[in-house]
């Protein structure tokens, strides 16, 4: 059985975001991204990242007061970088276009997951981002299904094993 969980520390905002674009060249259209952690941890960062390695060029910027952003990727794939922080009631969820953004048409990050328990049993990579006191970030990733699976064994046989920053 895979090991469905994988720990790792970036030493900068740079290198945050050099490991969100990693993971942005290995996502597929599909994939399910859950980002927690506390204000200021670097999920905005990670997001960064991800959507440039997914090709996009757009800027990336939190969406907490409109809750979804939509970067296109292609005519046919778009990314839906979700922000629930402001999120106070699940049923306020089906108003911003949520279930639009799972609906498997394009890769969905979602920043403050645990306003909607209920995404944590979808199939999704979840990464957990700590901010240490020397601005270092400690990502703890968890996979819920296959292809989340995939994804930490691809990380943890490139990524820890010969990329550096």
């Known amino acids: 059985m895979p090991d469905t969980t994988l720990h790792l520390t970036t030493t900068s905002i740079e290198q945050t975001i050099a490991f969100g674009q990693y993971i942005g060249q290995h996502l597929e259209a599909a994939d399910l ?9 670097g999920k905005t960062h990670l997001t960064k990242g991800i959507v440039a390695g997914l090709g996009s060029g757009d800027t990336v910027t939190s969406p907490t007061y409109v809750f979804i952003n939509e970067y296109r990727l292609s005519a046919q794939r778009t990314v839906f970088h979700v922000d629930l922080y402001r999120a106070e009631d699940p049923h306020e969820l089906a108003s911003i276009g949520l279930d639009d953004a799972l609906s498997g048409h394009g ?21 957990e981002l700590t901010i240490n006191t020397t601005g270092s970030r400690d990502i703890a990733m968890h996979a819920l299904g296959s292809r989340a699976s995939a994804l930490i064994a691809i990380i943890r046989t490139t990524w820890l094993n010969g990329t550096t920053l």
Not at 114 to 125: G, I, T, V, Y
């Open 107 to 127: 890769t969905c990050i979602i920043e403050w997951p645990e306003r909607d328990p209920s995404l944590f049993a979808l199939p999704h990579l979840a990464i």
């Open 33 to 41: 991204i859950l980002l927690c952690g506390g204000l200021g941890a």
